[in-house]
């Protein structure tokens, strides 16, 4: 069982830092900006929050500067981003979504303890499920950086305010600290609690409950997890393909 702990825990760890990276836009109002960035036009939905912009004063900038941010995100341009989102947070200290957002930013630029203290802010919104979605990138973030008991408890933090994929993703990274804890029956019950919040969602914990039967030898087990996972990620973002070949390749399937 060592042995496959070992190789396994490789992949997992893949895994759950690949989790709750995503950005959304949180528009302020429907407008062009927002259709626009629906369509894909990133570019020109900057021109119009930009626009909109001028058009606003005061706090109620924040909400704009934090879509101006979101699309310097889709464009690739993380550093533009981080100081939109910045802007947005020192207009209204009290934007939790703009504190998020930063903290995402942050992290792309490889600055994890600045991530952290962003997500630490959102707190002061008094917004509960925001409050959740933090601490779920919180604890990814101290996942991802091998510190799993700081992580676990940032992800424990949430439970019971945190809502639909946002909840899927606290499971999730419950579970893969578990696992890299050596913990395989607490991991175990987190991917399945994940599962149980969102099946058509959970992509992520279909693909870490495969890995988990392939150590615990249960590999039909496995296979139905990783081909479950397949049929709901089109995108291929949770390998789950490329672990179900992997696994055939053993030769066990």
């Known amino acids: 069982m060592k ?35 629906s369509s894909g036009d990133y570019a020109g939905a900057l021109a119009a929050f930009e626009k909109e912009l001028g058009e606003t004063t005061g706090p109620a900038q924040a909400p704009v500067l934090n879509n101006i941010g979101t699309c310097y995100m889709a464009l690739g341009q993380s550093d533009l981003a981080a100081g939109s989102y910045q802007k947005a947070v020192d207009l209204d200290p009290g934007y939790g979504r703009g504190w998020i957002n930063l903290g995402v930013a942050l ?44 992580a676990i408890a940032a992800f424990e933090s949430a439970e019971g305010d945190a809502k639909g994929s946002v909840a899927v993703d606290m499971y999730t990274g419950i579970g893969g600290a578990e696992f890299m804890k050596n913990d395989i029956t607490a991991a175990e019950m987190a991917f399945l609690n994940a599962i149980e919040v969102d099946p058509s969602g959970a992509a992520m914990a279909y693909t870490n409950l495969g890995v988990i039967r392939i ?14 996972a397949i049929q709901n990620d089109p ?3 949770t390998k789950a393909a490329k672990y179900l070949k992997k696994l055939q390749g053993m030769g066990v399937v």
């Open 107 to 150: 992290e792309k630029l490889g600055r994890p303890e600045e991530a952290l203290m962003s997500y630490g802010r959102v707190s002061a919104s008094g917004n509960e499920e925001l409050t959740a979605e933090a601490n779920v990138k919180k604890g990814t973030l101290l996942a991802g950086s091998g510190r799993f008991d700081e």
């Open 235 to 237: 995108q291929g973002k």
């Open 3 to 37: 042995r496959m702990w070992s190789r396994w825990k490789i992949w997992l760890l893949f895994l759950l830092v690949v989790v709750g990276t995503a950005l959304v836009v949180i528009p302020r109002a429907e407008g062009a900006g927002t259709d626009l960035f």
């Open 215 to 228: 150590a615990q030898n249960r590999y039909a087990e496995a296979k139905s997890a990783f081909e479950t």
